[in-house]
């Protein structure tokens, strides 16, 4: 990790990465992100007006980068929906400092885009899947989609020279059962299989304790079959809990914020489909950077803002739930900031 401009937060946590949403609308909706019986029809998303332009995406992001990111995560909603989506990750290559793009995808738009993805910069994808029964996976994304599509994503990404990753959010009631099926299936391939416990993001997908198929519970599952061993994280801030097969063919993570928080090395800060910098997935409130900027900020005046708005945090939400303190707050909806 490279020190220069690299600023920290009042927990002495550098800010390393910037995830940028660059849509808040998506083409399923899932139970756990965006229910379709919230953001159903009539429901209002953001104008092109009320979005990030290009220019303006490109902008905050070379200020994050001054101040020490070195990793993009591009999402949304479904980000692939932004038109013109290559047309920024070749700017945002440009940017002195960024190592490394990636994107967060359902997968579905993949046979169409991954090799002008991956002509246009982006190194990694990240490819939402939580089951491989198609029934299932239909009632899950609420849009009767079976999952023959995202796994014909998953191959054009990877014939396009893409390195991907799955996640699968395990929810109980729901797709706990699923869990061996898909470390089956994606075991001894070119993907990295990563199981979610199911979050409090946002307000609107009733999230319980109760539906937490906890992160001993995942492991314990596979393990009975499928032999596991820990093995060490490939970076400081790494949110997934690694695991490998014992017969060395392959490996799965866990993403485990629930029972086994990882806030205390969290380097990310996410910049909104709407212009805001919320400095937590679990935040309530973020800082507005899009009409600083149509206001006539100056570069100098963006990189400052950043500065101060990591300077000041103290985020440890997480903990904080763990803790049973301040879990029950409203907080930002994850179609607005990404996973």
């Not at 390393?16 to 209002?44: A, H, W």
């Not at 995202?150 to 699923?178: C, D, F, P, S, T």
């Not at 596979?222 to 801030?237: M, T």
Request: net charge positive; charged share 30%; with cysteine.
């Amino acid at each position: 990790m490279s020190t220069k401009n690299r600023v920290v937060d009042k927990w002495s946590r550098p800010l390393r990465d910037l995830r940028i949403s660059v849509t808040d609308q998506c083409n399923f909706r899932c139970t756990y992100c965006m229910p379709k019986e919230i953001f159903g029809p009539d429901y209002p998303f953001l104008s092109d007006l009320e979005l990030l332009s290009f220019d303006e995406i490109e902008t905050i992001a070379s200020q994050f980068a001054r101040a020490g990111v070195e990793k993009i995560r591009i999402t949304g909603g479904e980000p692939l929906l932004r038109k013109g989506l290559p047309e920024l990750l070749k700017r945002l290559r440009k940017i002195d400092g960024i190592h490394d793009i990636a994107l967060t995808t359902n997968g579905i738009l993949l046979t169409k885009l991954a090799k002008n993805l991956k002509e246009a910069g982006m190194d990694r994808i990240t490819v939402s899947l939580d089951t491989l029964d198609d029934k299932l996976f239909g009632k899950i994304n609420g849009r009767g989609v079976g999952v023959q599509p995202v796994l014909k994503g998953l191959a054009a990404a990877h014939r396009a020279g893409l390195k991907v990753k799955i996640n699968m959010m395990v929810k109980k009631g729901i797709n706990e059962q699923e869990v061996l099926p898909m470390a089956r299936y994606f075991k001894n391939t070119p993907y990295v299989l990563r199981f979610i416990e199911y979050m409090d993001v946002g307000t609107s997908n009733g999230w319980n304790w109760d539906d937490v198929v906890t992160k001993k519970q995942i492991i314990d599952m596979i393990d009975r079959e499928l032999p596991l061993e820990p093995v060490p994280g490939h970076y400081y801030g790494e949110v997934a809990k690694r695991y490998q097969y014992k017969d060395g063919k392959g490996e799965i993570g866990i993403i485990s914020s629930i029972t086994d928080t990882f806030c205390s090395t969290c380097t990310r800060a996410r910049l909104s489909a709407d212009g805001k910098v919320y400095t937590c997935l679990f935040a309530s409130k973020g800082t507005d950077f899009k009409h600083f900027i149509r206001e006539g900020a100056t570069e100098d005046d963006v990189y400052n803002r950043i500065v101060d708005v990591w300077n000041k945090r103290t985020d440890r939400y997480s903990d904080e739930r763990r803790e049973n303190t301040d879990s029950k707050r409203k907080k930002i909806e994850m179609s607005y900031i990404g996973g």
